[in-house]
C-alpha cells in the first residue's frame, strides 16, 4: 500500500495494488451489516490488451478465455489479501465476487481503453483536454463526463453546461432559483 495517492497507478507487477477503494451499503432494513462491497483498485488497460478482440456483455455474452479468467482470478485474490489487511477475515465473510476490468468497462461503456472516468484532463493545460459541448456541427451538442467533471454529480453539471449553450446561463440560473422559491 502506498500513501502517495497520486501516484498509486504506477504499479508494477510486485507491488500492485498500491491503492484500493472500499465501498459499502447498508441493508434497506437499517441493520448495521452489509451484504455486499464493491472494491476498486487502478488496472492499466496494457494488462488485458491480449484479450482486446474478445467482447462480452450480458446482452452479447462470449468467453474471453480461461486464460482471462485465471488472470481474473489471481488479481482478485491479491486485491483480497491487501483488503485482508485492514479487514482482517474478510475472505472468511465472502459467499461470492464477481470481477470486472478495463474491457468490461470498454464493452459497456464504449470507451476505447476501458476507462472509468473518461478522458485524462491536465490541469497544467486544460485547453488541450477541452471538449466543448458545442461542436461544429449544426444542432449536434455534446454532454456527459468527458465534457467537464465525471461522477454523477460531475454529469449533472455538464448537462446543464451543455443546456447552457442551448438557452444561456442566466436563464438556467434563473429557472433553479425559480424552482428552489417554489
Ligand atoms: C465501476 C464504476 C463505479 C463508479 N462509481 C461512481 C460513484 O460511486 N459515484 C459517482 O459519482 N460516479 C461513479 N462512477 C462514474 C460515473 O458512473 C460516470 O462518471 C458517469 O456514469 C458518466 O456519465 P456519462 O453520461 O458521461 O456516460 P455513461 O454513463 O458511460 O453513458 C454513456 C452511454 O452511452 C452508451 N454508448 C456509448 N457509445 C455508444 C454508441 N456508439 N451508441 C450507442 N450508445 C453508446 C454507453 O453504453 C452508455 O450507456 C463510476 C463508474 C464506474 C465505471
Known amino acids: 500500500m502506498n500513501d ?16 484500493y477503494a472500499l465501498f459499502y451499503s447498508g441493508l434497506p432494513d437499517g441493520s448495521e451489516y452489509a451484504e455486499g462491497i464493491t472494491v476498486m483498485a487502478y488496472m492499466k488497460y496494457s494488462e488485458v490488451e491480449k484479450w482486446k478482440d474478445s467482447f462480452n456483455t450480458v446482452g452479447k455474452p462470449s468467453e474471453r478465455s480461461q486464460q482471462y479468467d485465471e488472470f481474473k482470478k489471481a488479481k482478485a485474490e491479491k486485491l483480497l489479501d491487501a483488503v485482508e489487511i485492514k ?29 472509468v472516468y473518461g478522458i485524462t484532463k491536465d490541469y497544467k493545460d486544460p485547453l488541450r483536454t477541452l ?52
Request: glycine fraction near 6%; include cysteine; hydrophobic fraction near 35%.
Open 4 to 19: 502517495a495517492v497520486w501516484s498509486t497507478m504506477d504499479y508494477t507487477d510486485t507491488t500492485w495494488p498500491l491503492s
Open 87 to 115: 479487514f482482517p477475515g474478510i475472505r472468511d465473510c465472502i459467499l461470492n465476487y464477481y470481477t470486472s476490468t478495463p474491457l468490461t468497462f470498454r464493452d459497456y461503456m464504449r470507451t476505447d481503453d476501458g476507462s
Open 131 to 182: 471538449i466543448s459541448p458545442r461542436t461544429k456541427i449544426n444542432n449536434l451538442f455534446l454532454t456527459g463526463q468527458n465534457i467537464n467533471l465525471h461522477g454523477i454529480l460531475g454529469v449533472s453539471i455538464s448537462a446543464l453546461v451543455t443546456c447552457s449553450v442551448l438557452i444561456g446561463l442566466p436563464e438556467i440560473i434563473k429557472k433553479i432559483n425559480d424552482a428552489q422559491a417554489e
